[in-house]
């Protein structure tokens, strides 16, 4: 979950999986303030977990950890959801693009401004 699936260990990865995806690259994309919405995060974060479904029979640990995984993840986004979706009205509002360091509440020593869709992310790291 936390890196890309290595393809030249799993050959026949890319034969089923069309779109790879993991939480390593997730990160990426937070870095970069990739993310427009909090539904394209939930979207990509669903493809982390269905990748790993269709790629693993139904009674493999790592088809069994995806659900589980999807189960917690979708709580955790839902609930971050209304701060996250007002957050984003609140930059919307002032002109300024999401991730941009602007000094409001919720800062992190240093001044930057916390980016919600890596607090939701980092849950799945200690899951």
């Not at 390593?24 to 303030?33: A, E, W």
């Not at 982390?48 to 493999?60: L, Q, R, S």
């Amino acid at each position: 979950f936390l890196e890309p699936v290595d393809t030249t260990v799993v050959t026949d990865y890319l034969t089923i999986i069309q779109k790879p995806m993991d939480f390593g690259t997730m990160r990426q994309k937070i870095d970069r303030n990739e993310y427009s919405s909090i539904d394209e995060f939930k979207a990509y974060f669903a493809l982390v977990c269905n990748n790993c479904k269709t790629y693993n029979a139904p009674e493999t640990l790592y088809y069994k950890s995806a659900d589980k995984l999807w189960q917690f993840g979708e709580k955790s986004i839902e609930r971050e959801r209304d701060s996250i979706l007002l957050e984003e009205e609140r930059m919307k509002a002032l002109g300024v693009a999401a991730g941009t360091d602007i000094g409001t509440r919720g800062n992190r020593p240093g001044g930057k401004r916390v980016n919600k869709y890596f607090v939701v992310h980092m849950t799945f790291y200690y899951y």
